[in-house]
């Protein structure tokens, strides 16, 4: 199974997908395609990326500023999530010494409302 698309392949892929809302989308840069020699070819996280984009444009009625700000905050919450992961696996290779510190330090300082 590949792990590139071409962009009839995506359009193929995703029923709410046409072609001009998926010119749109390269055109403001929520997605960005790999350019290659047989032109420009997508991801399977692309293709996630573009199914979102579709069900909020159609399902929401959201317009094209819209949909780059909730996809700039999706972005965002990913790299978070990302960065939490890496701080969890750095805490659990820490001593378990440590690690009671950690725990009792957050429970000082309690959940966010």
Do not use: W
Not at 26 to 38: A, N, S
Not at 61 to 85: F, K, P, T, W, Y
Not at 89 to 100: F, G, K, L, S
């Amino acid at each position: 199974m590949t792990d590139r698309y071409t962009e009839e392949e995506v359009i193929a892929a995703i029923a709410l997908l046409s072609r001009s809302r998926l010119t749109s989308f390269v055109e403001t840069q929520v997605v960005v395609p790999l350019h290659t020699d047989k032109g420009p070819m997508y991801r399977d996280i692309d293709l996630a990326r573009l199914e979102l984009l579709c069900e909020l444009s159609e399902h929401f009625d959201l317009n094209e500023d819209a949909l780059e700000i909730v996809i700039s905050l999706v972005d965002q919450l990913h790299g978070v999530r990302c960065r939490l992961r890496a701080m969890a696996r750095a805490i659990e290779a820490e001593p378990p010494e440590v690690r009671t510190r950690i725990a009792e330090a957050l429970s000082r300082i309690g959940s966010p409302d």
